[in-house]
């Protein structure tokens, strides 16, 4: 028995009523989500100085041992994680945000 087997046997169960809009709105989002986790292994690797940002913004990142793309977005899902950062005063998270944004968009 796979691992995983479990937890997708009880999502069949749960959407196996679901109405055929219910269902492609569900598809929609997981090839959402799936494609974003692609993303992210791919720009995981890549510095985030490449990104262009402010000199400041740079330096709170590196200093909060954020040095990749990948890890900048997985921290991004929750902005008060980035907001709380040692040195992330209002400027420096509202930089981040557009910089998160569009690379988002980008991808």
Request: aromatic fraction near 6%.
């Given at each position: 028995?796979?691992?995983?087997?479990?937890?997708?046997?009880?999502?069949?169960?749960?959407?196996?009523?679901?109405?055929?809009?219910?269902?492609k709105l569900l598809a929609d989002w997981l090839a959402e989500r799936i494609h974003s986790m692609e993303i992210d292994k791919k720009q995981y690797r890549i510095s985030i100085q490449q990104l262009q940002l402010s000199a400041r913004a740079t330096n709170v990142l590196l200093s909060n041992n954020i040095v990749t793309i990948g890890q900048l977005l997985n921290k991004a899902v929750n902005w008060?994680?980035?907001?709380?950062?040692?040195?992330?005063?209002e400027k420096v998270?509202?930089?981040?945000?557009?910089?998160?944004?569009?690379?988002?968009?980008?991808?």
């Amino acid at each position: 028995m796979h691992r995983y087997e479990p937890d997708i046997l009880h999502i069949q169960r749960s959407i196996q009523y679901y109405d055929l809009n219910k269902c492609k709105l569900l598809a929609d989002w997981l090839a959402e989500r799936i494609h974003s986790m692609e993303i992210d292994k791919k720009q995981y690797r890549i510095s985030i100085q490449q990104l262009q940002l402010s000199a400041r913004a740079t330096n709170v990142l590196l200093s909060n041992n954020i040095v990749t793309i990948g890890q900048l977005l997985n921290k991004a899902v929750n902005w008060e994680d980035i907001c709380v950062l040692k040195g992330a005063g209002e400027k420096v998270c509202q930089e981040i945000r557009l910089k998160v944004a569009e690379l988002r968009q980008i991808n």
